[in-house]
């Protein structure tokens, strides 16, 4: 009987109620990561790298180096976050066969010297050729890259750096320009696939703009992309402004004497010169309106040509620059220049001729680069956005292995998913396809991976596994 002051509480739950044991057999979880690992196999992945690291192996009877990283490599685009969590394969050897303990894999991690890396990047470069190719054969053409609702053609290359936090001392992390402390990683996307093409590990204090840098992690993506492509492909390198630098865009133009249809688009930094242009501009020449995504004029946004205006010197022959005005946004952040003109502006500047697009195209290519964030917002959670150890070589050595992962995403969504979730970012994947739980069975001396039928992805699955098992190999 309740008290005076006090309310009878009715029951809303709805769920059904359970009794937990703990005695079910032949039930697995994350079924669908083994997809991942298939992958590494179907793209010659697995063998590249076991054959790279073939000196690592010290004696008979124990886990393949190469088989070794790529199980990190699956670890890390299931969401894995810690050497540890490879217990979710290993503890699963019916699903994942056997795999390395914790202490083999801070071995292997340890024995990646510089040249081993390159090695390795060298085993990427010669999967990735494969898995474009069984692209080709059975998708047809690479993804291409849009800007105002118009392809941009050949390949798409973003750099950018991101700072990643620390939050105890390991070695090389440094306080960074935003006053936090960690690395300050350089990366290489590609946009038409998002594949992780290169990346290179840097001090917290290393700089935005360091030209050796983004030449060393510009070259090793260009050696990634398979020779028939790279040499017979339009490729654009965007960058902002960090990648605005005399020597950087000099060497993008020397790849031409070597058979690269290759060509820039940068941001710019707004000097007083830029400024003064700015001005002049505003008083004498058109502007016209800027686009959207779609093509359509984008209401309080403008551009306008700035060449001969703004001093070129040091720039290549042949460079552009644009700038892009617009009314700010809430909560944008504006320098004084922007504050007295009532409009924020943006410069960039390509080598791409005239004739190859209008003002207003090239300004929204350029600014398909903020697609970037994304990559690197989604790379810090599939495996380098926490790195594992105090030395710095473990830590460039887990990056590259965080690289692969967000390959082996790519590849599964180039070669074997449709619709949304060929697009999809690897949280959604996971929750979708790489988590499900499923059960073993062995019927006439086969195995075989029962998803329950009425989970909504079961048949996408179903039908990626299919895919997989028909991809062509090359003829051996």
């Given at each position: 009987?309740?008290?005076?002051?006090?309310r009878?509480?009715?029951?809303t739950?709805?769920?059904?109620?359970?009794?937990v044991?703990?005695?079910?057999?032949?039930?697995?979880?994350?079924?669908?990561?083994?997809?991942?690992?298939?992958?590494?196999?179907a793209?010659?992945?697995?063998?590249?790298?076991?054959?790279?690291?073939?000196?690592?192996r010290?004696?008979?009877?124990?886990?393949?180096?190469?088989?070794?990283?790529?199980?990190?490599?699956?670890?890390?685009?299931?969401?894995g976050?810690?050497?540890?969590?490879?217990?979710?394969?290993?503890?699963?050897?019916a699903?994942?066969?056997?795999?390395?303990?914790?202490?083999?894999?801070?071995?292997?991690?340890?024995?990646?010297?510089s040249?081993?890396?390159?090695?390795?990047?060298?085993?990427?470069a010669?999967?990735r050729?494969?898995?474009?190719?069984q692209?080709?054969?059975?998708?047809?053409e690479?993804?291409?890259?849009?800007?105002?609702?118009l392809?941009?053609?050949?390949?798409?290359?973003d750099?950018?750096?991101?700072?990643?936090i620390?939050?105890?001392?390991?070695?090389?992390?440094?306080?960074?320009?935003?006053?936090t402390?960690?690395?300050?990683?350089?990366?290489?996307?590609?946009?038409?696939?998002?594949?992780?093409?290169?990346?290179?590990?840097r001090?917290?204090?290393?700089?935005?703009?360091?030209?050796?840098d983004?030449?060393?992690?510009?070259?090793?993506?260009?050696?990634?992309?398979?020779?028939?492509?790279?040499?017979?492909?339009?490729?654009l390198?965007?960058?902002?402004?960090?990648?605005?630098?005399?020597?950087?865009?000099?060497?993008?133009?020397?790849?031409?004497?070597?058979?690269?249809?290759?060509?820039?688009?940068?941001g710019?930094?707004?000097?007083?010169?830029?400024?003064?242009?700015?001005?002049?501009?505003?008083?004498?020449l058109q502007?016209v309106?800027?686009?959207?995504?779609?093509g359509?004029?984008?209401?309080?946004?403008?551009?306008?040509e700035?060449?001969?205006?703004v001093p070129?010197?040091?720039?290549?022959?042949?460079?552009?620059?644009?700038?892009?005005?617009e009314?700010?946004?809430?909560?944008?952040q504006?320098?004084?220049?922007?504050?007295?003109?009532?409009?924020?502006?943006?410069?960039?500047?390509?080598?791409t001729?005239?004739?190859?697009?209008?003002?207003?195209?090239?300004?929204?290519?350029?600014?398909?680069?903020?697609?970037?964030?994304?990559?690197?917002?989604?790379?810090?959670d599939?495996?380098?956005?926490?790195?594992?150890?105090r030395?710095?070589?473990?830590?460039?050595?887990?990056?590259?292995?965080?690289?692969?992962?967000?390959d082996?995403?790519a590849?599964?969504?180039?070669?074997l998913?449709?619709?949304?979730?060929a697009?999809?970012?690897?949280?959604?994947?996971?929750?979708?396809?790489?988590?499900?739980?499923a059960?073993?069975?062995?019927?006439?001396?086969?195995?075989?991976l029962?998803i329950?039928e009425?989970?909504?992805?079961a048949t996408?699955?179903?039908?990626?596994?299919?895919?997989?098992?028909?991809?062509?190999?090359?003829?051996?």
């Amino acid at each position: 009987m309740p008290t005076k002051g006090t309310r009878r509480v009715k029951a809303t739950g709805t769920r059904p109620k359970i009794v937990v044991s703990a005695d079910g057999r032949g039930v697995v979880a994350h079924a669908g990561a083994r997809l991942l690992a298939d992958v590494a196999e179907a793209t010659g992945l697995t063998r590249a790298c076991s054959d790279a690291m073939a000196g690592l192996r010290q004696r008979r009877g124990v886990h393949d180096p190469g088989r070794v990283v790529v199980d990190l490599a699956v670890m890390l685009a299931d969401g894995g976050e810690a050497i540890s969590d490879l217990a979710v394969l290993r503890d699963q050897a019916a699903l994942f066969g056997p795999v390395a303990s914790d202490a083999t894999a801070w071995r292997q991690l340890s024995a990646m010297d510089s040249a081993v890396l390159g090695r390795f990047r060298d085993a990427r470069a010669e999967a990735r050729e494969l898995a474009w190719a069984q692209r080709l054969e059975t998708g047809g053409e690479l993804p291409q890259t849009s800007a105002a609702g118009l392809p941009v053609p050949g390949l798409v290359l973003d750099l950018d750096a991101s700072i990643v936090i620390c939050h105890s001392d390991k070695e090389a992390a440094a306080p960074t320009w935003k006053h936090t402390f960690g690395f300050h990683p350089l990366f290489c996307f590609l946009d038409n696939t998002r594949e992780a093409l290169s990346g290179m590990l840097r001090e917290g204090r290393a700089g935005s703009n360091t030209t050796a840098d983004h030449i060393i992690v510009l070259d090793q993506a260009l050696t990634q992309i398979p020779d028939a492509h790279r040499h017979g492909t339009p490729i654009l390198i965007r960058s902002d402004s960090a990648g605005c630098t005399h020597g950087l865009l000099t060497h993008i133009r020397s790849l031409r004497e070597h058979g690269l249809d290759i060509r820039f688009s940068v941001g710019v930094a707004i000097t007083e010169p830029i400024r003064q242009a700015i001005l002049h501009a505003k008083q004498h020449l058109q502007w016209v309106p800027a686009l959207g995504g779609d093509g359509e004029p984008r209401d309080g946004a403008q551009v306008c040509e700035l060449t001969g205006l703004v001093p070129a010197y040091g720039f290549p022959p042949g460079t552009r620059f644009i700038v892009r005005r617009e009314r700010p946004h809430p909560g944008a952040q504006l320098s004084l220049f922007d504050t007295i003109e009532g409009m924020r502006h943006q410069v960039m500047a390509t080598d791409t001729p005239a004739g190859s697009g209008s003002v207003q195209f090239l300004e929204a290519r350029h600014r398909g680069h903020a697609r970037v964030e994304d990559r690197i917002r989604c790379g810090k959670d599939t495996g380098f956005g926490r790195f594992p150890s105090r030395v710095f070589a473990i830590n460039a050595a887990w990056l590259q292995l965080a690289l692969t992962a967000i390959d082996l995403l790519a590849w599964t969504q180039l070669l074997l998913l449709d619709g949304d979730l060929a697009a999809a970012e690897p949280k959604k994947l996971r929750y979708r396809l790489l988590h499900v739980a499923a059960r073993l069975t062995r019927t006439a001396r086969q195995t075989r991976l029962r998803i329950a039928e009425n989970w909504p992805w079961a048949t996408d699955l179903s039908t990626a596994f299919a895919r997989l098992a028909a991809l062509p190999q090359p003829i051996s």
